[in-house]
């Protein structure tokens, strides 16, 4: 009877408003819900995998309603602590979920205009992907010799093309979604093929190199290997990335002083074709923007305006690029005005006239928690320095273990808490990944948008320096 009133009213909602063509509306009801709200979601791109997303809180009888921007078909996620939720969504989509979010076993209820693509997919994810996700397979990979790793692919594959080719309403699914539903088994396979020297090196480190068939790699032979009409497939992207860093590691002179990025962009160039090698430039270029020198940005920012014609790409480059210029050296810092540790208001504006060194990081964070006793030596070294201000931007959203953690580590210095990367501060800051520094110089503008860490030899001069920085 319960289960009958939860469909219903899911139901009700359903059928009061409909979902515009250029949008999709997703209502529901949670049973046991893990937060207050739910997220909802979609990857806009690979490159740089922003997102499309809507939250959206739940009201007195755990239920939502979210609607969200689509032009075309995309798997869509429904997500709350401890549960995600995979759906395939087209425009004009309506359709209600009731899932329980504590219960990983319990398959959602899916109803609704366009949902059929969503109830193949929820029932997949049961029955086959559990089976074979990437964790599990790899898992299997030290056990297995290469021929035995090889068939355990190709009956995986044809699992899956069964389970999708044999479903009642194989027929009724959207002809996009089955092809793309294919793209990703196929690809996932060659992904676990490609991947399984390393993996079995890792998990036998004694034993080296496994021994292969000549004929092992003999896929990567076909002459329809790459196609741009994968792209809005993972699988396809993340094997292109993977068959990438193969080549490389094959081809790169020793003697090379191109940094990492710099290689790929560079065999990227060179091996592939189409959108998708505007899709890999892309998104070495984004890492040589946020991680790379300068000089080596702009280098390749523009060769990449002069080599690339989609739009998508484009546009996406571009607005990395104004991101970066505006966050670089003389260029005024973002605001920053949060509560601190001790329940105070705080803003880096309240240390005019101080150099300030900015450490984004997370308790969960071990290259954050290594720097941590450097930063202690740091410290010490650059006691008297009243002058120079430690201010520590966490992006924990457990609270609880950011304070226990500043405690634990005796970290000293001004010290905030924003929940996540999507929060206002770390997003001005084009946080990428912890840990991050900025030097922030005594007029307030971006004395250095790469500092050195407190691990590195060089940060006492490069502090020293901007504390000798005149105001003019």
């Not at 893990?34 to 791109?45: G, N």
């Not at 329809?224 to 993977?242: G, I, K, Q, T």
Request: one cysteine or more; charged letters at 25%; glycine letters at 4%.
């Amino acid at each position: 009877m319960k289960k009958f009133i939860f469909l219903l009213a899911v139901s009700v909602m359903a059928a009061c408003s409909q979902a515009p063509e250029n949008e999709v509306r997703i209502t529901g009801v949670i049973e046991n819900p893990t937060a207050a709200d739910v997220e909802v979601f979609y990857y806009k791109d690979f490159v740089t995998n922003q997102t499309e997303k809507v939250e959206t809180g739940l009201d007195a009888g755990n239920a939502f309603e979210s609607l969200l921007p689509l032009t075309e078909g995309r798997f869509v996620y429904v997500s709350q602590p401890r549960r995600n939720i995979m759906l395939y969504l087209m425009p004009g989509a309506d359709i209600s979920i009731s899932f329980n979010a504590e219960d990983p076993d319990q398959l959602p209820a899916i109803e609704g205009k366009k949902a059929l693509e969503s109830r193949f997919l929820v029932s997949y994810n049961m029955e086959v992907e559990r089976k074979y996700n990437r964790s599990i397979i790899l898992n299997q990979v030290g056990s297995t010799s290469a021929e035995d790793f090889r068939q355990m692919m190709e009956d995986a594959y044809a699992e899956k093309l069964a389970f999708l080719e044999g479903h009642d309403d194989y027929r009724k699914l959207d002809k996009d979604f089955v092809n793309i539903m294919k793209t990703n088994f196929l690809y996932e396979k060659y992904g676990l093929l490609l991947d399984y020297p390393m993996a079995f090196a890792y998990f036998n480190p004694e034993a080296g190199d496994p021994e292969l068939p000549e004929d092992f790699f003999e896929f990567l032979e076909s002459d329809d290997l790459f196609d741009d009409e994968y792209l809005m497939s993972r699988p396809y992207f993340s094997f292109v990335n993977a068959y990438l860093n193969r080549h490389a590691e094959q081809n790169t002179d020793p003697e090379s002083e191109l940094s990492y990025y710099e290689r790929q962009y560079e065999f990227a160039r060179e091996i592939f074709t189409g959108k998708t090698r505007e899709a890999l430039l892309a998104q070495n270029l984004v890492y040589l923007l946020n991680f790379g020198t300068t000089e080596a940005g702009e280098k390749y920012y523009a060769d990449f305006s002069a080599l690339v014609q989609t739009p998508e790409y484009r546009e996406l480059i571009d607005a990395e690029y104004q991101t970066i210029k505006a966050l670089a050296s003389g260029q005024p810092a973002p605001a920053i005005t949060l509560t601190d540790i001790d329940g105070n208001e705080v803003s880096l504006s309240d240390f005019a006239g101080k150099v300030v060194y900015l450490d984004f990081w997370a308790s969960w964070c071990g290259p954050c928690m290594r720097e941590v006793p450097f930063a202690k030596e740091l410290k010490k070294r650059m006691e008297g320095e009243e002058d120079l201000v430690f201010f520590y931007v966490s992006v924990d959203t457990d609270e609880t273990a950011w304070r226990n953690k500043v405690a634990e580590m005796e970290i000293k210095g001004v010290h905030v808490n924003v929940p996540g990367f999507s929060h206002e501060v770390p997003s001005s800051y084009n946080l990428k990944g912890v840990p991050t520094f900025y030097l922030i110089g005594r007029d307030g503008k971006i004395f250095d948008n790469r500092p050195p860490r407190p691990s590195n030899p060089l940060v006492d001069e490069v502090l020293k320096a901007a504390l000798e920085q005149e105001l003019v």
